[in-house]
Each structure stands twice: as C-alpha cells, then as structure tokens.
C-alpha cells in the first residue's frame, strides 16, 4: 500500500506552488506582444515591416476545453482484476441494486437511475450512471456553490450529504454514506470507462479548477473507490486529495489496487458512523431551534 504519509507530503509541495483563492487558469500571466502599427496616413509600408518578427494571435481557446494527450493502453491486469472481481460480486450486487431501485420508486418519485456527465481518462467524457438519491428537481446550483468554496478555501471536502442536505430523499443519506448509490458504476466498469480503483470522475464544470500539474490524475481511469477516499476522504483538501491521486497514477500496481480496496469496506463504515454523527447533531440543533454548524469556510 501506497504510504500515506508520502500522499500528504506531495500535497504540501503542491499546496505551496499554488494559490487555490481563484481558479488556476486566473493565475496564468500572458506576455503581451507588441504588435506593429498599420500603416496611416503619411506613412510608408517600411516602418510597418522593419519588425521581421511574425505576429501572433492568442488563442482564446477555453482551457475546460483542453484534454490530456493519450496516456497509452490500460494494463492488462487492471482489467482483469476489474472483470473479475465485478462478475464474482454479482450475485450479491444485483439483488441489492434491484432492492435499492424499488426502495427509491416507492419512497419518491421519478426513475431510480440517472445519468451524469463526467470527465474520465484523457479528459474524454462519458455517462456515469448512479442511483438517484435526491428529488428530481434539486437544484445543482448549490453543489456547484459547495464545490467552489472547498477549492477557493482549501479546506476539507465534506459532501453536503454530511451536512443535512434538504435536497436528499427518505434513506438517500444511508444510500450516499454506504456507497450504494455508486453501485450502477459497476456497468462502467464493464464498459471499460471506469476501473473499480482509481481517481473520482469529476463534473465537466469542475474540470477548470484542476492545475496542469494536478491533470495527471486524468491519466488513469476514474473509479468507484481509491487511495484519497481510504485515506480520510472527508477530512483532507482539494490539493490533497489531487496529491494523493497523482501518487496512484505514479505507483499503480495490482498490489496497490487489492489493498484499496481491501480497505475500502473500513472506509465506509467510518463514512457512515460520520454521517449518523452529523444526524444525531443535526436533530438536537433543530430541537433547540439553531441551525446545523456546516464545516468549512463559506465565500462572502
């Protein structure tokens, strides 16, 4: 297993080559060029030309735009560690898939299944598919605000299902802390665009928030659990888990796979403790008429 105590050590280099207040394209400086004069009047052609130099125009091509080149074929033993492990736990994932599917049709409406874009290996984007755990018009404009404020603040990513999302369905937080509602991934898995251990797929409107040095993670194919999610997913930064995934893009091994997810299990029961912790918080602050303490700096 991969230590993690060299994890958060490159995400100290990388918080300190960065200033995570903006987003990192507004950190880029441009040489302004000095373009030559036209021409006017009273003025010969020679004064225009007497520059050689070629001018250039910017490109003002949006950097969410730009994808990592190809990072080469997908070891061979990833997917057969991923083929079978994925066919050796049907038997026991598919009836809790169709458990879980009824249990959201009776409990709300609208389908059990929904699918998002998301930015896989070499920035290519696919359709993730997920269960669906809040009503069906929740607004998205409100992850996008939580988003943005862990990565302008650098501070631990906490999901908002951890600090009592009104948007959740009856069970969606269990569903959420479990990891249940990531199950429909294992038909990703078996597409090929998604391995049970790697980096998290991101939004393509989160994508922009990634440094050029922290796009390595795209490098590998995006999965249901890793390294940062078994190594204090809720209590680590952006600039740490991007370290801790770069770390897995570097060092990826059949080895390194098995032992994430051996501890993935631990993982999640810590999750779930957390989010009941949260819950049994979030009630007795409503008895008392006060409003749930939500962790992390807020922008404004």
Known sequence: MIPALEAKAESIRVSRARNLSTPPVAHR?????????????????????????????ASVADPSARHLAYSGPIPGWKRVLDLCC??????????????????????????????????????????????RTMGVRADPRRHRHHFQNLVRYDCPMVKLDLLHDSRLIPGGCLLRAAGLDELPQLFNV???????????????????????????????????????????????TFSQMNAMD???????????????????PIALAGQMYEAFQRHVVSEESEKHGAVPLMHGRRAG
């Open 190 to 236: 078996l597409r090929g665009e998604m391995s049970l251990v790697g980096p998290r797929p991101c939004l393509p409107d989160e994508y922009r928030f990634f440094s050029a040095r922290q796009r390595v993670r795209f490098e590998a194919l995006p999965g249901l659990t890793g390294i940062w999610q078994v190594n204090g997913k809720n209590s680590t």
């Open 246 to 264: 770069a770390l897995y893009v570097r060092k990826a091994s059949v080895w390194v796979d098995l032992a994430v997810m051996v501890r993935t």
């Open 29 to 57: 400086r441009r040489k302004h060029r000095k373009l030559p004069r036209h021409p006017g009047p009273g003025r010969t052609g020679k004064e225009v030309s007497a520059n050689p130099s070629p001018v250039r125009t």
């Open 86 to 131: 994925v066919i050796i736990s049907l038997p026991v994932t598919l009836p809790l898939m169709v458990a879980i599917a009824l249990w959201i049709r009776i409990t709300s409406k609208g389908q059990a299944l929904f699918r998002q874009e998301r930015v896989g290996r070499n920035g290519r984007r696919f359709q993730l598919y997920k269960f």
